[in-house]
């Protein structure tokens, strides 16, 4: 008597399992080949008052970090006021943790020619008149420092960095660093305006 494989029932089940367990093994072979990445979505740059989308911000590839890991989760940008370190994701001024203990503060404004013809205004910015004359206009006329050129700022923008509404520094944008003392005059002048808009 010879002893062998019993021979498979041809039934439509057995055809079925066969066929699973085939498309099992083709999957996980061509998982351990060629395993799939989870895409990850861009998270598109926020719009920060009414100069638009944040031309100026450095995308860094700093590692998040939860609460159990030590640390504030890092949004991917960097802080608007320091530029060193990344910002707090959804942060109204785009700061980051030290910054925003700080109450550093970085208002961005957008100049343009002035109405006469010869000089610069003040045509928007992420501070209304009104407050910028109730908070910096004394700050703005005693201010003898000399703007700083950063290249993160746009065409024609000018930052004004406060801390808890106390003027640091000016910085402007590479474009007006011939222009420093028309850029200031502008601010100064923007300062006297009591409009609650530009």
């Known amino acids: ?96 943790e030290q910054c925003a203990k700080a109450g550093r503060v970085a208002y961005r404004l957008r100049l343009g020619p002035a109405r006469g013809g010869s000089g610069l205004a003040v045509k928007a910015g992420e501070l209304a008149p009104r407050l910028l004359r109730q908070r910096f206009r004394e700050q703005l006329e005693k201010y003898a420092g000399h703007p700083a050129v950063k290249p993160h700022l746009s065409l024609h923008e000018i930052e004004l960095v406060a801390a808890k509404d106390r003027l640091e520094t000016l910085r402007i944008a590479s474009d007006l660093k011939d222009h420093t003392a028309e850029a200031v005059a502008a601010l100064r002048t923007a300062s006297e305006r009591t409009d609650s808009a530009w």
């Open 1 to 96: 008597m010879a002893f062998g494989r019993p021979p498979r029932p041809d039934s439509s089940a057995a055809q079925w399992t066969d066929g699973f367990v085939l498309g099992l093994c083709r999957a996980a072979i061509s998982f351990r080949l060629h395993p799939r990445v989870p895409s990850v979505p861009f998270r598109q740059p926020q719009i920060h008052g009414s100069l638009g989308p944040r031309e100026g911000s450095r995308f860094v590839s700093a590692p998040d970090t939860d609460a159990a890991g030590g640390g504030a989760l890092s949004s991917g940008f960097m802080c608007r006021v320091c530029l060193k370190r990344p910002e707090i994701p959804d942060e109204r001024h785009g700061r980051c």
